[in-house]
T-cell receptor, first 115, second 118 residues
């Protein structure tokens, strides 16, 4: 069975400071990892994914994430946070052996960026 | 940019009534999904659908639930006899097929239907 843990319910950061949202996973075989963002009253919006290759992946809106196989982590980062980055962030995993693509989501981390 | 659209945005229904939630996936996508998010909880997988049949379903997706793709564009989720605990936000998602199927493609989500059971 696969699972995702987001250890922080909320992350507070001042605008302009670096932002990190943590995610660890458990899956059989190789993981396919995703980050999504949810703004109020909206659906989940895809940010980036790791499938294979370079451990550092870049995505939308200046976000990037680093895959660390030994630590089974996939932390989301942004060098300089904006107030508009305030939202709910979800990490998700699927097994590489899963043909149908079911996603297992973490509980979500609320990011609050203050001016 | 193409979007997944869901209607209605909010559905209020009496317990025991049938409800149909509607979704229009992105037009060239072949894999379709329903997820739900109970208030304050994580997003949970309900069902995946490919080639006009269910490919996988979770334990949540019991006999009260069904999905259908009645035409070339719509994808619906029906709950036959709603219960209070069905109150949640329901998200439709779709992904395209390339190479290894749906495995490495991101899913694109609609804005959801908030279902409130009274």
């Amino acid at each position: 069975a696969q699972s995702v843990a987001q250890p922080e319910d909320q992350v507070n950061v001042a605008e302009g400071n670096p932002l990190t949202v943590k995610c660890t996973y458990s899956v059989s075989g190789n993981p396919y990892l995703f980050w999504y963002v949810q703004y109020p009253n909206r659906g989940l919006q895809f940010l980036l994914k790791y499938i294979t290759g370079d451990n550092l992946v870049k995505g939308s809106y200046g976000f990037e994430a680093e895959f660390n196989k030994s630590q089974t982590s996939f932390h989301l980062k942004k060098p300089s946070a904006l107030v508009s980055d305030s939202a709910l962030y979800f990490c998700a995993v699927r097994a590489s052996t899963d043909s149908w693509g079911k996603l297992q989501f973490g509980a979500g981390t609320q990011v609050v960026v203050t001016p | 940019e193409p979007e997944v659209t869901q209607t209605p945005s909010h559905q209020v229904t009496q317990m025991g009534q049938e409800v149909i939630l509607r979704c229009v996936p992105i037009s060239n996508h072949l894999y379709f999904y329903w997820y739900r998010q109970i208030l304050g909880q994580k997003v949970e997988f309900l069902v995946s659908f490919y080639n006009n049949e269910i490919s996988e379903k979770s334990e949540i997706f019991d006999d009260q639930f069904s999905v259908e793709r009645p035409d070339g564009s719509n994808f619906t989720l029906k709950i036959r006899s709603t219960k209070l605990e069905d109150s949640a936000m329901y998200f439709c998602a779709s992904s395209e097929a390339r190479g290894q199927g749906a495995r490495n493609q991101p899913q694109h989500f609609g804005d959801g239907t908030r279902l409130s059971i009274l």
